[in-house]
Antibody
Framework: EAQLVESGGGLVQPGGSLRLSCAAS????????MSWVRQAPGKGLEWVAN????????YYVDSVKGRFTISRDNAKNSLYLQMNSLRAEDTAVYYC???????????????WGQGTLVTVSS | EIVLTQSPATLSLSPGERATLSCRAS??????LAWYQQKPGQAPRLLIY???NRATGIPARFSGSGSGTDFTLTISSLEPEDFAVYYC???????????FGQGTRLEIK
């Protein structure tokens, strides 16, 4: 059974940095696109970024371009999100999700991790 | 960017009743639409993919329909555990990305 576990969230000041991790198990990690999705407190879901199975392609929502970097280490079955220049509006629970098998359009977001909370505040 | 608009924002029904949730896309997404259920304090769970296919382990009372710009999630007879927030999602192929609707809260009447 596929399982994802996020870590690395916490309280950070505006302008600060944080690195989130997502540990994957129960599936062949290096065959799947992966995504980060966030949810601000009491709000809906927002797709943040994705990365191809071999890390050759990465895409971001406009609001995080130039500030966030998605990466992966297939040898460690791990996904990462480096977040720089953090703003109050980045406060959210961040989820990682397993996506398409080899191609982006092959599958949907299933499963999701339990999420990790990032709070940007002074 | 494709915008998904869900309606209603909140739906108040009783157990045993039928629920009909709507999702409208700002341009055609063909059948590339999914539905997710989210309960308080939990991660979203995939219910329906490609507009009308139930994900593994999803009860038959959940069904999806539609194509192009108009989609519907139907719960034929509500169980107590179905009261949650439901999101629709589209996946764009180029550039590879995704957007979600704003959600419909299904609450007990």
């Amino acid at each position: 059974e596929a399982q994802l576990v996020e870590s690395g969230g916490g309280l950070v000041q505006p302008g600060g940095s944080l690195r989130l991790s997502c540990a994957a198990s129960g599936f062949t990690f290096n065959n799947y696109w992966m995504s980060w999705v966030r949810q601000a407190p009491g709000k809906g879901l927002e797709w943040v970024a994705n990365i191809k199975h071999d890390a050759s392609q990465k895409y971001y929502v406009d609001s995080v371009k130039g500030r966030f970097t998605i990466s992966r280490d297939n040898a460690k079955n791990s996904l990462y999100l480096q977040m720089n220049s953090l703003r109050a509006e980045d406060t959210a629970v961040y989820y990682c999700a397993k996506c398409g098998f080899l191609e982006w359009f092959n599958n949907w977001f299933d499963p999701w991790g339990q999420g990790t909370l990032v709070t940007v505040s002074s | 960017e494709i915008v998904l608009t869900q309606s209603p924002a909140t739906l108040s029904l009783s157990p045993g009743e039928r629920a009909t949730l709507s999702c409208r896309a700002s341009q055609s997404v063909n059948s590339y639409l999914a539905w997710y259920q989210q309960k308080p304090g939990q991660a979203p769970r995939l219910l329906i993919y490609d507009a009308s296919n139930r994900a593994t382990g999803i009860p038959a009372r959940f069904s999806g329909s539609g194509s192009g710009t108009d989609f519907t999630l139907t719960i034929s007879s509500l169980e107590p555990e179905d009261f949650a927030v439901y999101y629709c999602q589209q996946r764009s192929n180029w550039p590879p990305g995704s957007t979600f609707g704003q959600g419909t809260r299904l609450e007990i009447k």
